[in-house]
């Protein structure tokens, strides 16, 4: 049972366009939602992440909305760029618990 | 990648035949991690642990153990291995438990024949 659902599974953007991907949570208890950028052949690394006590973090070109009520939240890629081209992975996990729970993950490709 | 590297990390081995994993951390993180990625899966985490000889399951740990002797040492043993375990291996570590960022290694791609 996957507690994290993350959609689409793969996106193509053109360069300078919006890229958004989205994941829904399932417990309610959860209360960090990070998101990881993984490129071919490399291990995820930390992106941007959120606490459900603020609606949206921005970092450069980089957004998470969330809506606690819908226990959903999304990321915006703003002006994508070719180097943008990664799998894209939300998270969410529980204070003091160290189960973090994955979406499947994104495949973007931002095309020149 | 953090201080943080994995060894081996590409390796072929038949059906039946043990596996170890090692992850080595330089940056004296409390906690350690062993996920699996799988494609349409994301990451799923096998085994933790939380200091020296202190380990916990994780959501997919059946069929795997681990052992933690030092801070920087934490080795992921596949008794016997099975097709089904072949995947990309992650090893993560962390400061704080849950609401703290985890580094991750490369990763070692293993292939179970």
């Known amino acids: 049972q996957q507690q994290v659902k993350q959609s689409p599974q793969s996106l193509i953007v053109q360069k300078g366009g919006i890229s958004i991907i989205n994941c829904a949570y399932e417990?309610?208890?959860?209360?960090?939602f990070p998101w990881y950028q993984q490129f071919p052949g490399k291990g995820p690394a930390l992106l941007i992440a959120i606490r459900p006590d603020v609606s949206e973090k921005k970092e450069g070109r980089f957004t998470i909305s969330f809506n606690k009520s819908a226990k959903q939240f999304s990321l915006h890629i703003m002006d994508s760029q070719p180097g943008d081209s990664a799998t894209y992975f939300c998270?969410?996990?529980?204070?003091?618990?160290?189960?973090?729970?994955f979406g499947a993950g994104t495949r973007l490709t931002v095309k020149p | 990648d953090a201080g943080i590297t994995q060894s081996p990390r590409h390796k072929v081995t038949e059906t039946g035949t043990p596996v170890t994993l090692r992850c080595h951390q330089t940056e004296n993180h409390r906690y350690m991690y062993w996920y699996r990625q799988d494609p349409g899966h994301g990451l799923r985490l096998i085994h933790y642990s939380y200091g020296v000889k202190d380990t916990d399951k994780g959501e997919v740990s059946d069929g795997y153990s681990v052992s933690r002797s030092k801070t920087e040492d934490f080795l992921l043993t596949l008794e016997s291995a099975t097709s089904s375990q072949t995947s990309v291996y992650f090893c993560?570590?962390?400061?704080?438990?849950?609401?703290?960022?985890?580094?991750f290694g490369p990763g070692t791609r293993l292939l179970v024949l």
């Open positions: 993560a570590i962390s400061r704080l438990a849950g609401v703290e960022t985890q580094y």
């Open positions: 998270a969410a996990s529980i204070l003091n618990n160290n189960d973090m729970r």
């Open positions: 417990n309610t208890a959860f209360d960090y």
